[in-house]
Structure formats: structure tokens, C-alpha cells
């Protein structure tokens, strides 16, 4: 299976930003959706936002378009600029992706997640 790497989790001031990362590792053939999701401490796991291969994006209601998301397919790594950030953003950020990947002359799909990365906004 393919394996996500998420980075750029951290404490930060109401306000502030951060920017995380999500590279897939594996030999990728292609990528089809990829997206970021969060999960608060009691609550269920949401989406935050998703971009399509084509580079369509969509976002949670909630965002009010604070938070950019954005794929590098070259790299095959999906960004998430978060901007004014507020204590309710607080919790476990999780990308997620699927596609194909390959091991010598085998094709298979994949749909992993990555491990998790901590946000932390402080009032």
C-alpha cells in the first residue's frame, strides 16, 4: 500500500497560520482524489476540503475561506494553507488519497490515509 507523510502540525496563536504537507511514498502511478479531513477530541471525523487530479477544489461550509487547498502532481504531495485561525480549528488533521500504484510491472489501486498531524490554536 501507498503511505502518506503528513508535516507541519503545531501550536499557533488564534489568527495565525499554518501550512501543512501530505507526500505519498510509494511508486505512484496516478492520483486521483485527494483530500484533507480533521477529527476534534469527541467528535466524529469531518472534511476539511478536497482537490480533484484535475486541480477542482471544494471545502467545508465552515472554512468561509480561510483555508487553501493545493496539490503538486509532480511531487505527488497536497498542501492545506490554513489562515486565520481560530481555537475551534484545534484537532487531528488527516489527508487522505487515492489512485494506482505500481510494484515492478503490477498496477494496483491504493486509498490510504495518512497518520495524523496535530493543529493546535491557542486563544
Excluded at 40 to 69: C, H, M, N
Excluded at 76 to 104: F, H, Q, S, W
Aim: with cysteine; charged share 15%.
Amino acid at each position: 500500500q501507498v503511505q502518506l507523510v503528513e508535516s507541519g502540525g503545531g501550536l499557533v496563536q488564534a489568527g495565525g497560520s499554518l501550512r501543512l504537507s501530505c507526500a505519498c511514498s510509494r511508486n505512484i502511478y496516478s492520483i486521483n482524489n485527494m483530500g484533507w479531513y480533521r477529527q476534534a477530541p469527541g467528535k466524529q471525523r469531518e472534511l476539511v476540503a478536497a482537490v480533484t487530479s484535475g486541480g477542482s477544489t471544494s471545502y467545508a461550509d465552515f472554512l468561509k475561506g480561510r483555508f487553501t487547498i493545493s496539490r503538486d502532481n509532480a511531487k505527488n504531495t497536497m498542501y492545506l494553507e490554513m489562515n486565520r485561525l481560530k481555537p475551534e480549528d484545534t484537532a487531528v488533521y488527516y489527508c487522505n488519497a487515492d489512485g494506482i500504484y505500481y510494484t515492478g510491472s503490477t498496477y494496483s489501486p491504493f486509498d490510504s490515509w495518512g497518520q495524523g498531524t496535530q493543529v493546535t490554536v491557542s486563544s
